[in-house]
């Protein structure tokens, strides 16, 4: 809660006075004005009110003495997959549960056939999210593919999507573009790159978790054969709430390793000599699914569904160039694209070292301002809470140390 002068005006918890679509307020400073922190977990109005509520009502199901538990758990899946499924406008049968974003390019790698990766490069950027590169170094000598991960320049905060382009041919089987990048905003040019691939035969993922619920991306117009991301982030769910989605085209082809009952049209067809993966996408399930993650995250996705998307990226993106200006003001090195047609939700600083970082995030803290560094890098991503209001305290802490 913000400390001093002002009326804080709430309605009951994570429920605040909500601020104009230029995020500017009144005079009352409202709860969570000062939250930056969507590249990370991401909040709204009323997410913990309405969590709450829907484990609340998942207790009470599973914990009552009937037989009504599964037809209630694994409806709250399906709405997870639907609402996912209808915001990046999915094919039917194309998205399902993963544990996270690791956990579904993995399962989409050991699911492809083995002549797509083996003698040939999978293909990624230097600035991918670490854990998918980690992963992929790992499973390289296992599935028999050479890494090529394209390089930063020199000094540059993000990979040139013209450096993706030249270092792809032919011998690409794989590629993973990061849509947006976790340490710099860097947002590549989704269809130029997509179109590239498509010519050299590649398949071709999209990592959207830092963009999914901020900028739109639509499955069929972007036509890259799978997705992954998780319901952190702009999205504002739980950790656990993971997604794969799949081209048809692409599923018909799939093996997945990863494989149990689930993975069958029929999850009661029990004979041991008679497994059969299902028609779509159901067979990258495996054991009995994890639901808990889908129940703590249906209330975000029904909130998002109900957003003015386009006011809500008018906000981010007015609220972004505020924070830049103050950046430049205080001097320091723009971390992130200056231009906003190449940045993503966040706008990234360069400071002074990483223990500059520190003293300044703590200082943020004092003021109610909610960021976070990675070394000497402090991100800063104004969402659905954040107002102007948090944007001056930023400032003024970054002017003044
Ligand atoms: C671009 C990107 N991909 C993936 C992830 C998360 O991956 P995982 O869900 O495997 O932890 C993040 C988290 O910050 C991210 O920024």
Known sequence: MVKGQGTLIRRGPGEIEMTDQTGRTSDAQAEGDGYMLYHSIGQYPGKARDMAASLTAFAECWGAANDEQWGYALGQRQRFIDLWSQLLNAPSASLTTTENVTSALAALIM????????????????????????????LADRYGFTLRTVPLRDGAHWVEDEDVITAWGPEVGLALLTWVSSTSSHRCVLEALVAHGRKQGSLIGVDITQAAGLFDYDCMAVAADFAISTSLKWMCGSPGGGILQVMPDVIARCQPSLRGWFSQDNIFSWDINAFAYAPDIRRFDNGTPSVMACVATVPALEWHAAQDWGAQLAKNRSLSEAIIAASDAAGFELASPRDPAQRGGSVMVRLTDADHAQTLLSKLRDVSVFADARGPILRCSPGFMTTRAGIDRLASVLTGG
């Open 111 to 138: 699911a492809l056939p083995r002549e797509d990766l083996e003698g040939r490069v999978v293909l990624v950027a230097g600035d991918c999210f670490p854990s998918l590169h980690f992963l992929l170094t790992g």
